[in-house]
């Protein structure tokens, strides 16, 4: 009885362990989580071109997976860098669509599988739902770090005409 107890309550303790990992707001690598793995692709993109329309702006949508360092990278120089990140409120609505495990793999297939080339890929949309550009990042990186001048630029081209 004591043995099955026992069992019991390792067997519960590493249930418990395992789900609160995979609720866990941090990545294995202990990088707080960008995409939400349970988000509608569809739905966020529909969301950010709502905003999109209303704002004068493009989509800049950011397709990878938590478990990318890449995709830290970049997400981190998008965010933080004062620069850059101006650029990307002034001209976009930004939006994280998750692809790890085939989730949300029917928006990857709608705009021409961009994630081919690797994560993160980047897609640019019109406010009305139009595919501008969809690319890799290689262009972006220098010396396997995100180089801002190029990033900045890359923004700067595919900002809307105003």
Known sequence: MIKRITWFAVASAFALLLNGCSTSRYTAAGHEK???ESADGEKQIAQALASAQK?????????????CEGCHKLHDLLKNDPAISQEVKNGFVWVLIDLDQAHNAEV?????????QGYPALMILEADGKQVLKTDTA???DAGKFNPEKTIAFLRQWAPKR
């Open 34 to 36: 960008i995409y939400d």
């Open 55 to 67: 704002n004068h702006k493009r989509v800049l949508v950011q397709l990878g997976a938590n478990w």
């Open 108 to 116: 990857d297939e709608k705009y021409g599988n961009p994630s081919n």
């Open 139 to 141: 262009d972006l990186v």
